[in-house]
């Protein structure tokens, strides 16, 4: 049982439970702030996450950055932003099932100390790792998932990746980036819905 992040940290600067230990520059473990209500799950590091240690900071996490600020909300204030693994596969290749289950604990310990209120999942790894197989990312995407174990209540909504957007540039209605607007706009009503509690 880990009672601090920091903990969760330290036990993955030194994990060798998976071959990519072996190949990683660093782990990354998250960004953002530690005590948030709004929690983000994506996939892996990928080159520039690997060199700095930091999820999110390539061409995706640019684009991911924009648009939660199009609603106001960032990383430095509202968000703590994760990964499903720790560590980069080899050239961006989708996480293996052996890596997704050694790294799983990490994931878990996190939501765990956390316990943020909403959950975005983004793009299908994270969503297969935190729901199961309950169908592809554009069925589901933008729907609130409730009741869902080991969350300690968490609403979760499955997203696009932000890398899939930047291979479908149009914004007409219908599109990917269109929906993801859509959806962002639903993510800040249920946040300001949280913040009003409060
Ligand atoms: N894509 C992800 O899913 N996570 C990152 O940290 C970077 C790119």
Redesign the pocket.
């Known amino acids: 049982m880990y009672e601090q992040l920091e903990e969760i940290k330290n036990k993955c600067l030194s994990c060798q439970k998976c071959s990519l230990a072996k190949t990683r520059t660093n782990i990354?473990f998250s960004d953002g702030i530690p005590n948030p209500k709004l929690m983000l799950i994506?996939?892996?590091?990928?080159f520039y996450?690997d060199k700095q240690g930091k999820?999110?900071v390539?061409k995706?996490?640019q684009l991911l950055d924009k648009i939660f600020a199009s609603v106001g909300l960032s990383r430095k204030k509202d968000v703590y932003i994760c990964?499903t693994i720790k560590c980069r596969p080899p050239e961006n290749r989708n996480p293996l099932p052996e890596e997704k289950e050694a790294c799983r604990e990490y994931l878990d310990a996190q939501i765990d100390i956390i316990r943020p209120k909403i959950i975005l999942l983004?793009?299908n790894v994270a969503v297969h790792s935190i729901l199961g197989d309950v169908g592809g990312i554009t069925k589901i995407r933008g729907k609130w998932f409730e009741g869902q174990k080991n969350v300690h209540g968490a609403k979760l909504m499955p997203i696009f990746?932000p890398?899939y957007l930047l291979r479908n540039d149009s914004r007409e209605k219908g599109s990917p980036k269109w929906l993801m607007w859509q959806d962002i706009q639903e993510i800040s009503r249920e946040y300001k819905k949280l913040e009003n509690l409060n």
Do not use: L
């Open positions: 990354v994506g996939e892996a590091p990928g996450e999820p999110f390539g995706a996490g990964n983004c793009g990746h890398s």
